[in-house]
Nanobody, 127 residues
Framework: QVQLAESGGGLVQAGGSLRLSCAAS????????VGWFRQALGKEREFVAA????????HYADSGKGRFTISRDNAKNTAYLQMNSLKPEDTAVYYC????????????????????WGQGTQVTVSS
């Protein structure tokens, strides 16, 4: 079992930046890939980015490519999502998650394969 806790959300103006953190506790964090998801009000939860257990592989949704960067520090049991050039449409609750099983291809991990979830952190981008 892995417990995840997000932080770093807040209110930012369009064009600004935020760095979200996902702190893990419980079982060995470095055993798991990590994904970031977001859910806007009235919409379904959607994939944002994922990173492999080692940090060597990453995968992004088109919405974040070139603006968002996912990273991790296994020594600190923490994953990050650096978000730059934020837009009002990035407003959502952001969640980090981890799949129980190993997947060699991050792009093939569906949302239902993520077993462990944090409670979410609100990101609001004003225009």
């Amino acid at each position: 079992q892995v417990q995840l806790a997000e932080s770093g959300g807040g209110l930012v103006q369009a064009g600004g930046s935020l760095r979200l953190s996902c702190a893990a506790s419980g079982r060995t964090f470095s055993n798991y890939a990590v994904g970031w998801f977001r859910q806007a009000l009235g919409k379904e939860r959607e994939f944002v980015a994922a990173i492999s257990w080692s940090g060597r592989s990453t995968h992004y949704a088109d919405s974040g490519k070139g603006r968002f960067t996912i990273s991790r520090d296994n020594a600190k049991n923490t994953a990050y999502l650096q978000m730059n050039s934020l837009k009002p449409e990035d407003t959502a609750v952001y969640y980090c998650a981890a799949p129980r099983n190993y997947y060699s291809d991050l792009s093939r991990i569906g949302i239902n394969e993520y077993n462990y979830w944090g409670q979410g952190t609100q990101v609001t981008v004003s225009s």
